[in-house]
């Protein structure tokens, strides 16, 4: 089937050869992942979010399996950006893999110098700017649930960016559409959809809940139908490409978040479980398309509009 159909995906001036990205946080900066399939496989790699300096992220409990899902509360732990640039981004380049650092500094100005340095950085492809992070109380979720703030930190970060810039969008807002209408408008050149929603578990022997933040990221399957529900609504309102994560675990789970608007997609929980999914799901993909007459990737996307 090579040959046949064209999984590339342009996003900005970044073309990646394939719609399947490893999503921020669950693939660490490539080693563990590195060690079942080679990085190259993915169209890109979203490393974990990056601070300017490293960051030990949040005590106590950080992990809970929930049914289809995991809460997380890790609290953006990254061994800060020196590291990243002298070990682990040649690590990654190594194994051939495109990479997106994922930025989540405390701060607008912590996130304008890391956007400046690191798209300017030999090897990065583009980066992901983190509005999203629910587990940490600097920056984090705020800048991603109030739109004057969203605005301010995202015109700042444009100007000092001169690589590809991808907006990773928080669910946890009334109307996600708006979010992602804004990053176009300020020219972000796709936007990612959806991070985790806020979830909580009470540990009912101690009376407390389980998590010292209280809240956490819940992700996996569990959320999958809220996140395609996301972008097809993205979807209707612009004009740049999205990027689906939310639960994919399967070829049909793919597929429809392309069908709802989805130029590429992101494989997150499911990298912890199966770490081959992202191998199955591309040579799936490629031989749907060749099956179902699909040129390119293009063609899928948004389908379910037609209706």
Same mark, same amino acid.
Do not use: Q
């Given at each position: 089937?090579?040959?046949?159909?064209?999984?590339?995906?342009?996003?900005?001036?970044?073309?990646?050869?394939?719609?399947?990205?490893?999503?921020?946080?669950?693939?660490?900066?490539?080693?563990?992942?590195?060690?079942?399939?080679?990085?190259?496989?993915?169209?890109?790699?979203?490393?974990?979010?990056?601070?300017?300096?490293?960051?030990?992220?949040?005590? +106590?409990?950080? &992990?809970?399996?929930?049914?289809? +899902?995991?809460?997380?509360?890790?609290?953006?732990?990254?061994?800060?950006?020196?590291?990243?640039?002298?070990?682990?981004?040649?690590?990654?380049?190594?194994?051939?893999?495109?990479?997106?650092?994922?930025?989540?500094?405390?701060?607008?100005?912590?996130?304008?110098?890391?956007?400046?340095?690191?798209?300017?950085?030999?090897?990065?492809?583009?980066?992901?700017?983190?509005?999203?992070?629910?587990?940490?109380?600097?920056?984090?979720?705020?800048?991603?649930?109030?739109?004057?703030?969203?605005?301010?930190?995202?015109?700042?970060?444009?100007?000092?960016?001169?690589?590809?810039?991808?907006?990773? #969008?928080?669910?946890?807002?009334?109307?996600?559409?708006?979010?992602?209408?804004?990053?176009?408008? &300020?020219?972000?050149?796709?936007?990612?959809?959806?991070?985790?929603?806020?979830?909580?578990?009470?540990?009912?022997?101690?009376?407390?809940?389980?998590?010292?933040?209280?809240?956490?990221?819940?992700?996996?399957?569990?959320?999958?139908?809220?996140?395609?529900?996301?972008?097809?609504?993205?979807?209707?309102?612009?004009?740049?490409?999205?990027?689906?994560?939310?639960?994919?675990?399967?070829?049909?789970?793919?597929?429809?978040?392309?069908?709802?608007?989805?130029?590429?997609?992101?494989?997150?929980?499911?990298?912890?479980?199966?770490?081959?999914?992202?191998?199955?799901?591309?040579?799936?993909?490629?031989?749907?398309?060749?099956?179902?007459?699909?040129?390119?990737?293009?063609?899928?996307?948004? #389908?379910?509009?037609?209706?």
């Amino acid at each position: 089937m090579a040959g046949l159909v064209d999984l590339s995906v342009k996003i900005g001036s970044l073309v990646i050869k394939n719609p399947v990205t490893a999503a921020s946080g669950t693939a660490g900066y490539g080693e563990d992942l590195a060690g079942f399939t080679g990085l190259s496989r993915f169209g890109a790699i979203f490393t974990k979010g990056l601070s300017l300096e490293p960051r030990r992220g949040n005590r +106590g409990n950080r &992990i809970l399996e929930t049914p289809s +899902g995991m809460l997380n509360s890790i609290g953006l732990e990254n061994v800060g950006l020196k590291k990243f640039i002298d070990e682990k981004l040649p690590f990654l380049l190594k194994d051939g893999a495109v990479v997106i650092p994922n930025i989540a500094g405390h701060s607008e100005e912590e996130n304008v110098e890391l956007s400046r340095i690191l798209s300017c950085t030999e090897g990065v492809s583009a980066i992901e700017l983190n509005v999203s992070c629910p587990n940490v109380k600097e920056g984090g979720i705020a800048f991603g649930t109030d739109l004057k703030i969203f605005t301010s930190l995202l015109e700042k970060t444009r100007k000092a960016a001169s690589c590809p810039l991808i907006v990773k #969008l928080s669910p946890n807002v009334t109307d996600i559409s708006l979010f992602a209408v804004r990053a176009g408008e &300020i020219g972000a050149d796709a936007v990612s959809a959806v991070n985790t929603f806020l979830g909580m578990k009470i540990d009912i022997k101690s009376r407390k809940p389980h998590f010292i933040n209280k809240v956490a990221g819940l992700s996996g399957p569990a959320i999958r139908p809220l996140a395609v529900r996301a972008v097809f609504k993205i979807y209707e309102k612009v004009n740049i490409p999205i990027i689906g994560i939310g639960g994919i675990a399967s070829l049909e789970d793919m597929i429809e978040f392309l069908m709802a608007g989805s130029s590429a997609v992101s494989i997150g929980t499911m990298n912890l479980v199966d770490p081959w999914c992202a191998e199955k799901l591309i040579d799936g993909l490629e031989k749907y398309m060749a099956e179902e007459k699909f040129g390119k990737i293009s063609d899928i996307t948004g #389908l379910a509009h037609g209706m």
